[in-house]
């Protein structure tokens, strides 16, 4: 039987106790039951939560982390750090980047992520030449997540211009170049690899690397339904330049462009005007938050708090990949806010005062919907993505349900996630990932050759 009997899980109106879970062979889940008997040869754990969803990953910079943290002759931002990382891109092959992908996706597994959003692209061989297959870089990545065994959903991205006024893209930006009808044939070639664990979107890079319309053209011609992502608003320089190309701020310029409705998802999302910040709210697009890529860079403070009293939808991402866990994202999410705002405990909305369990079961929602996949709720017809917490570590031992989520994201740094179960399948057990070993080897030789001078 593919059974688990848990102590406490976290469903959708709260934590429940003594919850029978059953998933079937496809890894879909076919009974959540409270209030049940353990059944003889099923095995029970204490804490279970859903697993949270990666709504923004380029899967290739997890190869520079801790690379970029070295201070230039001028001011250092996400533009010089931008430079430094095309460096990478441009010398990346597929091979490479499928051993990186999986030593990430194996990682984000480990800490709490069982589905991931890739925002791909790096299309073409170095020199800016199609490969034979149209496809070939994102199947590498569907590969990769095959092996590591986590949930996604490829978003090949469009990229046409380096800047607003159809600026040519830089030689540095080759491999990145796209239009409407070759990202429609990228998605059209993924076309057979759609199922249960792998979902197939789009992405117009930004609105600075896309004119009007080949935004509209790609929205219109994406099918039905499929999850539409796109960069916005991250950088200061770059609503300034929106501004002036367009004379219009970057959201309201997008949403003059577009019907911007619940497939969209809109990364970052940073420096905003309130009119454009409740227009997100309003849309029912999903706010991707990226916390520690965004610190990172230097970007800047997402306006949380007012957004969530405007009812506004949000999840997580890891983008850049200084970190692979979502405890570490929520937790500068809501650090991030007490600094801008001097108080504590910001997000909470209406009857639900538990900043964890808000923040978990919010971004539960949001990445569930921009991935555009069955996640996000243990519940009968979801995916099987569920993590078992280490009852038997100090944070945790005999705490009650109300109290797990508050330990769990906002004390200490050990990773508190025991076993992980993604699709039906248990990919971490004990704390290690079932190929962790070959994949740690694969992921180190690709490294020393990519960075060898």
Not at 281 to 299: K, R
Request: overall charge negative; hydrophobic content about 40%.
């Amino acid at each position: 039987m593919n059974a688990l009997f848990a102590r406490h899980a976290l469903l959708a109106g709260g934590w429940e106790r003594d919850v029978l879970l059953e998933w079937d062979v496809r890894g879909d889940l076919t009974k959540v039951a409270p209030e049940a008997s353990p059944p003889l040869g099923v095995a029970r754990v204490d804490y279970v939560l859903p697993g949270m969803i990666n709504l923004h990953s380029h899967a290739f910079q997890r190869a520079i982390g801790g690379l970029t943290e070295r201070a230039g002759s001028g001011p250092d931002s996400f533009w010089t750090w931008r430079d430094l990382m095309y460096r990478v891109a441009n010398r990346i092959t597929p091979e490479q980047m499928e051993a990186v992908a999986a030593q990430l996706y194996a990682e984000c597994l480990r800490h709490g992520y069982t589905a991931v959003c890739e925002f791909h692209y790096v299309q073409r061989a170095p020199g800016g030449h199609l490969y034979g297959h149209p496809a070939e870089t994102a199947q590498r990545i569907a590969q990769a997540a095959h092996e590591a065994g986590i949930g996604v959903t490829l978003l090949p991205v469009m990229y046409a211009y380096a800047g607003f006024n159809d600026t040519p893209l830089r030689q540095d930006q080759e491999r990145f170049r796209t239009d409407p009808a070759q990202v429609l044939r990228i998605v059209e070639a993924l076309e057979p690899l759609r199922g249960p664990q792998l979902e197939v979107g789009a992405a117009p890079h930004s609105l600075r690397a896309v004119s009007a319309s080949q935004l509209r053209e790609l929205a219109q011609a994406l099918p039905a339904g499929r999850p539409l992502h796109i960069h916005i608003a991250e950088q200061q320089l770059e609503v300034a330049q929106c501004v002036e190309a367009t004379g219009m701020r970057p959201v309201d310029y997008l949403m003059e462009q577009t019907d911007v409705d619940a497939r969209w998802c809109l990364v970052h999302a940073t420096h905003l005007s309130d009119g454009e910040r409740d227009r997100i709210a309003a849309s029912g697009a999903v706010a991707g938050l990226c916390p520690t890529t965004e610190a990172n860079l230097g970007d800047g403070l997402f306006p949380l708090s007012p957004y969530i009293a405007a009812g506004g939808r949000f999840g997580i991402g890891s983008d850049s990949h200084v970190s692979q866990s979502p405890v570490e994202e929520l937790r500068w999410l809501e650090y991030g806010q007490r600094l801008r705002y001097l108080r504590r405990n910001i997000a909470v909305h209406g009857e639900e005062r538990d900043v964890g369990a808000f923040l978990w079961q919010q971004a539960l929602a949001g990445g569930a919907q921009a991935a555009g996949r069955r996640l996000g709720v243990l519940a009968q017809g979801r995916r099987a993505d569920l993590l078992v917490l280490d009852s038997a570590h100090p944070n945790l031992d005999g705490v009650p349900p109300h109290e797990v989520l508050g330990r769990f994201l906002f004390s200490g740094n050990d990773n508190l996630v025991r076993d992980v179960l993604a699709g039906g399948h248990w990919v971490v057990q004990g704390g290690r990932h079932k190929a962790q070993d070959a994949i740690a080897q694969r992921y180190k030789a690709a490294a020393r050759t990519l960075h060898a001078h």
